[in-house]
């Protein structure tokens, strides 16, 4: 069984520019969450979603946006990036919202210069 | 508000040495749940164990044991004869019932030499 993918894993930009993150969830998991690590802040919740619909927001300003589409996949994307925005941007997926064992994809290594 | 507290930062052991890794957490919620997952240096997290708020009961597997207290709100995380494969950043983490979301605790890391 496939895991979760997570795509690209490295990505440089520069700071204005915008980015769109990727995510395959594993095949059946409808619940898809990102977070970001940073060394300063740790694992921090950016959004939930469960059956394309987005289920809960984390503290993040309105430039970090997200979607699910119908086969479960998803995107993150940041506009007007900022250098405090490089960071690990870590993809979750579980088979339901109902507590069940999240499984991680391996991230993509944002970094803004 | 909720919250996870890993104290200690970094932890350093001699292979074969048992080790404890603390998590304590904070929540009003009544129902509950807590998880620790490993982060190799690959970046992605592993799962390791979930509890609900209502299952006290300590778990083994294999060299991993779990200590889920209420009273103390504290759920440790014990490595019995530790590996050098077992060095790692560990994280404890909570979850409010019937959401994914998941509020981790700073981290530990643990280095096990050989």
């Known amino acids: 069984k496939a895991g979760v993918t997570q795509t690209p894993r490295y990505l440089i930009k520069t700071r204005g520019q915008q980015v769109t993150l990727s995510c395959s969830p594993i095949?059946?998991?409808?619940?898809v969450s990102w977070y970001q690590q940073t060394p300063g802040q740790g694992l921090q919740f950016l959004f939930e979603y469960f059956s394309e619909t987005q289920r809960n927001k984390g503290n993040f300003p309105g430039r970090f946006s997200g979607r699910q589409f119908s086969n479960s996949r998803s995107e993150m994307n940041v506009s007007t990036l900022e250098l405090g925005d490089s960071a690990l941007y870590l993809c979750?997926?579980?088979?339901?919202?109902?507590?069940?064992?999240?499984?991680f994809g391996q991230g993509t290594r944002l970094t803004v210069v | 508000a909720q919250k996870v507290t890993q104290a200690q930062t970094e932890i350093s052991v001699v292979e074969k040495e048992d080790v404890t890794l603390d998590c304590v957490y904070e929540?009003?919620?009544?129902?509950?749940?807590l998880f620790w997952y490993k982060q190799p240096p690959s970046g992605e997290l592993v799962f390791l164990i979930r509890r609900n708020s209502f299952d006290e009961q300590n778990e083994i597997s294999g060299r991993y044991s779990w200590n889920f207290q209420k009273s103390t709100s504290s759920f440790n995380f014990t490595i019995t004869a530790s590996q050098v494969v077992d060095s790692a950043v560990y994280f404890c983490a909570l979850s409010e019932f019937n959401t994914g979301k998941l509020i981790f605790g700073q981290g530990t890391t643990l280095q096990v030499k050989p």
């Open positions: 095949s059946g998991h409808r619940s």
């Open positions: 929540t009003r919620d009544t129902t509950y749940y």
């Open positions: 979750a997926s579980s088979l339901n919202l109902e507590n069940t064992e999240a499984f």
